[in-house]
């Protein structure tokens, strides 16, 4: 028997926050005596939405809208460099603290390997980074997965944004970018047992 995934349609930003404000607004008008005698607990322990920190934060109040739609969680989206520097801002402090206010745990869930293997290596080592169909090393994405001192710059960096962008979950989630393999790294074998992305929790 062979299982089959069915395509999944892309659903527009403007659908999805219209959604998103229905279930808030259908939570609100429940009365509290309603509440009290017919919520259960979630089935999901995580309810969350991944969005993106500079440009989604600032123009929205996503905090209390995920409060009311019955949400636990709120993840940043984008790159560890982008939402680092957005973490320094009044904007994002005013958000950390309203999510903690309303009990919304906060994670980053980040296209990471641009940041953690930085491309200004590539002109000096370019066999840390991924090689092309065509045999050639390149700096466009990823890294050579062979490459023993790419996977040590990585770590490094790893921790150093893992200092600077703390979730409140303990989860830290590292992606590679999208469908772009090293040749190398295939031909060998390695992604015959691969995960897409990376992630760590601390307890």
């Known amino acids: 028997m ?3 995934r069915e ?3 892309a659903v527009p930003r403007r659908g999805f926050l219209s959604t998103l404000a229905l279930g808030a607004a259908f939570t609100a008008c429940q009365s509290p005596r309603s509440n009290r005698t ?3 607990r979630p089935f999901f322990r995580t309810r969350g939405v991944v969005i993106s920190a500079p440009d989604d934060i600032p123009n929205w109040n996503w905090p209390e809208k995920a409060h009311a739609a019955g949400l636990s969680t709120i ?3 984008k790159f560890p460099s982008e939402v680092a520097r957005f973490a320094m801002t009044d904007e994002w402090h005013r958000f950390y603290a309203d999510c903690r206010r309303l009990g919304i745990e906060i994670e980053h869930e ?3 390997m641009y940041d953690l293997l930085p ?3 590539f002109e000096k080592n370019p066999e840390m980074f991924r090689m092309n169909e065509k045999g050639e090393r390149t700096k466009d994405y990823n890294l050579c997965v062979h490459s023993k001192q790419a996977i040590a710059v990585v770590c490094e960096n790893a921790v150093k944004y893992g200092e ?6 303990g989860r830290y989630f590292y992606w590679v970018d999208d469908a772009m393999e090293c040749a190398a790294a295939r031909n060998a074998g390695f992604f015959r047992t691969r ?3 990376s992630s760590w929790r601390t307890r």
Request: net charge positive.
């Open 2 to 4: 062979s299982l089959t």
């Open 7 to 9: 395509p999944v349609a």
């Open 38 to 40: 017919t919520r259960r």
């Open 75 to 77: 993840a940043t989206h």
């Open 110 to 112: 980040l296209h990471a």
């Open 119 to 121: 491309r200004s290596l």
């Open 164 to 169: 600077i962008l703390r979730p409140t979950t």
């Open 195 to 197: 995960t897409r992305s």
